[in-house]
């Protein structure tokens, strides 16, 4: 028996799906019983030489008036026409997976709805981690936990640049393109080091531990762009490397969610994470932390993990979720998030002598709250001292 799909989108990641699903053809037949079998490709473009150029179709009705399609893989990428054309899938009684982390940090709730309303499937495991199936994870083995904790390196370009900028001594606009070229950025890639593809990421990763999902704009993002080797190379004496990290946690019902460079200490098994790859840390109240690894951006382990959603729903195992949205009222601010500090000023001020010193004008402070630190730094500044750099210390 077939099971027929459409795909939205044939760039990096949809054509991955589409070789997917060729190569894993028996595999999911044999144990299925079904064969998955994309009949159409939706795309602006034709792909003449591709051996699915005979699938290309640039109307979305023809997909959408086919009842012999259960299900719609978007990996359109972007809010728009992304939103519109799985909520019409949906309404058309069609299942919908994503890779499109915009979409799900920004319209979830709608689109869940939408499914809810239609007896559908809205599902997203490639959203989160690249090939990584740490939604699955969530949603089935770790059910039972109260999820206490989520820290994670979740963007595989920014991960990518940082281990080359620390181990090889690659420029930063070097190897932002070197990343491009493996197709792990996104389109407009000041997403990646800006943050923003981290925090929508973190954003979805709290809504499915705690319920609630935040709008990703309340959510506080600092990304990479500015930071300066002097800091990484002075963390890397001090046995610290940074990694951009996304982190949520509750904290007496409300939750906290935000995205910064942070200095990971060796001790912490997300230090040893380099290159493409994401690592996520989850804490559950039986089962303590589990972390999960893997490949987390590229064309093939983000297609594995579309994949394995639509396995799951045309196998009949799929997930419905009921997310609320995050009222203010639900959110710990950033300015209360307690942590040690990395600084490192130009000039001698008394009020550093009790910390750590680890390099040249570099210290690491005792754990602190932002509103502390953002008032340390005022003291400083007041006395002459110029704070060249302040960063986080994870655990
Ligand atoms: N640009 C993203 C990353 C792709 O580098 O992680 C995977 O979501």
Known sequence: MKKYIAILGFGVVGSGCAEVLAQS??????????????????????FPDSPY???????????????EVELVAEMMGGSHPALEFSLAAMKAKKSVVTSNKEVVATHGLELLECARENGVKYMFEASVGGGIPI????????????????????????NYILTRMNSAGVAFDDALSEAREKGYAEADPSADIDGIDACRKIAILAALAFGKLIEPEKIHTEGIRNLDSTDVKNAA??????????????????????????????????????????????NGDAVG???????????????????????????????DYSWERAKD???????AVSSRHYIRVTGECGCLSGFEKIADGAYITSEMSEADAALLEKRLEESGVRVEARLRVLG
């Open 237 to 282: 004496s001090a046995g610290y490397a940074i990694k951009l990290i996304g982190r949520t946690f509750s904290d007496n019902g409300r939750i906290c969610a935000y995205v910064c460079p942070m200095l990971v200490p060796a001790s912490d098994p997300l230090c040893t994470v380099n290159d493409v790859f994401n690592g996520i840390k989850v």
């Open 329 to 335: 009222s639900d959110i710990l601010g950033f300015e």
């Open 53 to 67: 150029a005979d699938r290309i179709v640039h109307d979305y009705d023809i997909i959408l008036s086919d009842p």
């Open 135 to 158: 939604i699955h994870t969530i949603d089935t083995s770790l059910v039972q936990n109260d999820i206490t904790e989520i820290d994670g390196i979740l963007n595989g370009t920014t």
């Open 25 to 46: 053809k028996k595999l999911i037949s044999d144990r299925l019983g079904f064969e998955i079998e994309p009949k159409y490709i939706l795309d602006l473009r034709d």
């Open 289 to 319: 932390e589990v972390m999960l690894y893997g490949r987390g951006a590229g064309k093939m382990p983000t297609a594995s993990a579309v994949v394995a959603d639509i396995v799951n729903i045309l196998s009949g195992s799929g997930v």
